[in-house]
């Protein structure tokens, strides 16, 4: 069993940056690959980025790639999702999330959930 508990999320403007955590508990959060996806209103949830349980391996959708950054501290169980030159259009609620593996990082195959935490970018 993972928990897993975002913070970080606000209020920011276009251009600026916002880091998020992902904070889990359970003796086997390092074996999980995790993940962020998030979710805008009237909109499904979308893959953002994740990355592999030793953190060798990292995945960005398109949308994020260049500007936002993932890693993880297993010593800490956290995950943390950088964020810079934030756009209007990266407003939503961001989750993260616990999977077997990579290719199972999807909104259907994930295992465990938190919560999700706001993220606004106003312009």
């Known amino acids: 069993q993972v928990q897993l508990v975002e913070s970080g999320g606000g209020l920011v403007q276009a251009g600026g940056s916002l880091r998020l955590s992902c904070a889990a508990s359970?003796?086997?959060?390092?074996?999980?690959?995790i993940g962020w996806f998030r979710q805008a209103p009237g909109k499904e949830r979308e893959f953002v980025s994740a990355?592999?349980?030793?953190?060798?391996?990292?995945k960005y959708a398109d949308s994020v790639k260049g500007r936002f950054a993932i890693s993880r501290d297993n010593a800490k169980n956290t995950v943390f999702l950088r964020m810079n030159s934030l756009k209007p259009e990266d407003t939503a609620v961001y989750y993260c999330?616990?999977?077997?593996?990579?290719?199972?990082?999807?909104?259907?195959?994930?295992?465990?959930w938190g919560q999700g935490t706001q993220v606004t970018v106003s312009s």
């Open positions: 990355i592999s349980w030793s953190g060798g391996i990292t």
């Open positions: 359970g003796r086997t959060f390092s074996s999980y690959a």
């Open positions: 999330a616990a999977a077997q593996g990579l290719t199972t990082m999807t909104p259907l195959e994930s295992d465990y």
